[in-house]
């Protein structure tokens, strides 16, 4: 007597015959929605939004010496480095940046 050789069918027929058996999963469960990362610290996400700050005072800086730099008047630089700086915090903010 010779043994069965392998068939992939073979275990596609058992599990015909058993409906009820629980399959092992092929894929790993998707969740609905997003995903998120875990929720950082308070000391990150304060860090980070200083460190933002920084970069919008840095950019508002570099943006008024060179406009002054150029001759521009004083109330057109404030304007300017005030509107640019308003935009790009409001950016920051809305973008949900921790």
């Known amino acids: 007597m010779s043994t069965p050789a392998f068939s992939p069918t073979a275990d596609e027929d058992s599990d015909a ?10 894929a ?7 995903a998120f990362a875990p929720p950082r610290a308070w000391h ?3 860090s980070t939004r200083l460190l933002a700050m920084v970069g919008i005072v840095g950019i508002a800086t570099i943006l008024g010496a060179v406009l002054v730099g150029e001759n521009v008047a004083g109330w057109i630089v404030g304007l300017v480095v005030g509107f640019i700086s308003s935009a790009i915090a409001a950016r920051l903010w809305s973008s949900g940046a921790p």
């Open 28 to 34: 790993p469960a998707m969740e609905s929605g997003p």
């Open 17 to 26: 015959a058993l409906p009820d058996s629980p399959r092992p999963p092929t």
């Open 44 to 46: 990150e996400r304060a």
